[in-house]
Nanobody, 119 residues
Framework: VQLQAYGGGLVKAGGSLRLSCAAS????????MGWYRQAPGKARELVAT???????NYADYVKGRFTISRDNAKNTGYLQMNSLKPEDTAVYYC??????????????WGQGTEVTVSS
């Protein structure tokens, strides 16, 4: 079971990007998905989370600008990022709590996708 995050890139301040996080492997269900980010020289921080029941949680610094969502049929999560600011520049990571087809629950991380916002 693995996660692959993609969709990062270079964008000007005020622009938008949509990140994707695709899960693959022997997956029965995805119970929880989250996005985190780590800027150079800083600790990894929470961006947003989404439960299987569609409950969301956002960090204050992205509320109203970012939206987390998922497509259960595709085992894929998304992070729509609007009104981007230079301080949003970071490597973005997704994680998920996955129940495998062997009835084992595990937490896995994607490899990260880089977002750079220019002023």
């Amino acid at each position: 079971v693995q996660l692959q995050a993609y969709g990062g890139g270079l964008v000007k301040a005020g622009g938008s990007l949509r990140l994707s996080c695709a899960a693959s492997g022997s997956i029965a269900s995805i119970n929880f998905m989250g996005w985190y980010r780590q800027a150079p020289g800083k600790a990894r921080e929470l961006v947003a989370t989404l439960t299987r029941q569609s409950s969301t949680n956002y960090a204050d610094y992205v509320k109203g600008r970012f939206t987390i969502s998922r497509d259960n049929a595709k085992n894929t999560g998304y992070l729509q990022m609007n009104s981007l600011k230079p301080e949003d520049t970071a490597v973005y990571y997704c994680n998920a709590q996955v129940r495998t087809t062997q009835a084992v629950s595990i937490v896995i991380w994607g490899q990260g996708t880089e977002v750079t916002v220019s002023s």
